[in-house]
């Protein structure tokens, strides 16, 4: 049973995903929820189902490295096993990131290396964009950057705002987190050499989740 620390700034709508596919078979357990924000509502999630949580305020710390020193000692205390980072809305320090190389993923809305960094759906609609989505990737120092892993695209349509946008993009966020963190927890995927391997393979472009 692979441990699992899940990291949230917000409402924890992937979290709740992920949970839910521990609950139905998936060989991982979520062993910690952490946030910077106490009024994050992943919290409130994670504490319904019974997960043990914390809140490790950035203002009590005079430096990210500092803060991200605390959140490090947490993680490891939890023994985690993979790192997620789900809407944690945070730059993490390149000591942070080098100590969970390999087991540290995020997720962000938009097909990378397209619209790194905020307001994605804005953007994806003000550039013309016919397809947008979501993007998986091992957590790497250059933002939004790191090795890409797996992505799924929702049909950009005529009268999308970005909230409709936002909206579709979300559900298939739902559907893509908790199958790239099955294949981790089955052994299947792993980084290598910066290079991302799935059953045994390099891959040469992320993989494409079907409806």
């Not at 942070?96 to 397209?114: D, E, M």
Request: charge should be negative; charged fraction near 20%.
């Amino acid at each position: 049973m692979l441990n699992l620390v899940v990291l949230v700034s917000g409402s924890g709508s992937n979290l709740q995903a992920l949970m839910d596919a521990c609950n139905q078979g998936m060989n991982a357990r979520i062993v910690l929820v952490i946030s910077d924000k106490g009024d994050a509502y992943g919290l409130e999630r994670a504490r319904q189902a019974g997960i043990a949580t914390e809140v490790i305020p950035a203002a009590d710390y005079d430096s990210r490295e500092s803060f991200d020193q605390a959140l490090q000692q947490r993680i490891d205390a939890a023994q985690a096993e993979l790192v997620l980072l789900a809407g944690f809305m945070r730059i993490l320090s390149a000591g942070f990131v080098n100590h969970y190389a390999g087991r540290l993923l995020n997720i962000h809305p938009s097909l990378l290396p397209k619209f790194r960094g905020l307001h994605t759906h804005q953007r994806a609609l003000e550039a013309g964009e016919m397809e947008h989505g979501a993007s998986v990737h091992f957590v790497t120092l250059e933002l939004d950057g790191g090795p890409l892993i797996a992505q799924a695209k929702v049909a950009v349509q005529k009268d999308d705002d970005a909230d409709t946008l936002a909206a579709r993009v979300l559900q298939r966020e739902h559907q893509l987190y908790p199958t790239v963190v099955r294949w981790f927890s089955e052994g299947r995927l792993c980084l290598r050499d910066e290079q991302v391997i799935l059953d045994s393979k390099t891959l040469s472009e992320p993989v494409q989740l079907a409806e």
